[in-house]
Nanobody, 124 residues
């Protein structure tokens, strides 16, 4: 069992930066592939970024590539999402998730544990 708690969301202006954190408690955080997903208002949840258990492999949605960076600190049981040059279309509830799969994945159904989410609102 893994419990995930996100923090760091807020209201910012276009072009600003935010860093989201996802603190994990429970067993063997370092064994899990971690991912960030987001759900814009009125839309389906979508993949944002994922990172392997070691941190050596990452993958990003095209819409955030070059602007967002996912990282993890296994000693602190935390995964981060650094978001730069934010755009109004980045407005969403951002959730982190943990997957027991061996490889990184963009598929939400392959993630077992989910946090409650944190709201990010980007004004133009």
């Amino acid at each position: 069992q893994v419990q995930l708690v996100e923090s760091g969301g807020g209201l910012v202006q276009a072009g600003d930066s935010l860093r989201l954190s996802c603190a994990a408690s429970g067993r063997a955080f370092s064994r899990y592939v971690m991912g960030w997903f987001r759900q814009p208002p009125g839309k389906e949840r979508e993949f944002v970024a994922t990172i392997s258990w070691s941190g050596r492999t990452t993958d990003y949605a095209d819409s955030v590539k070059g602007r967002f960076t996912i990282s993890r600190d296994n000693a602190e049981n935390t995964v981060y999402l650094q978001m730069n040059n934010l755009k109004p279309e980045d407005t969403a509830v951002y959730s982190c998730a943990a997957s027991s799969r061996t490889l990184t994945t963009r598929i939400s159904s392959e993630y077992t544990y989910w946090g409650q989410g944190t709201q990010v609102t980007v004004s133009s």
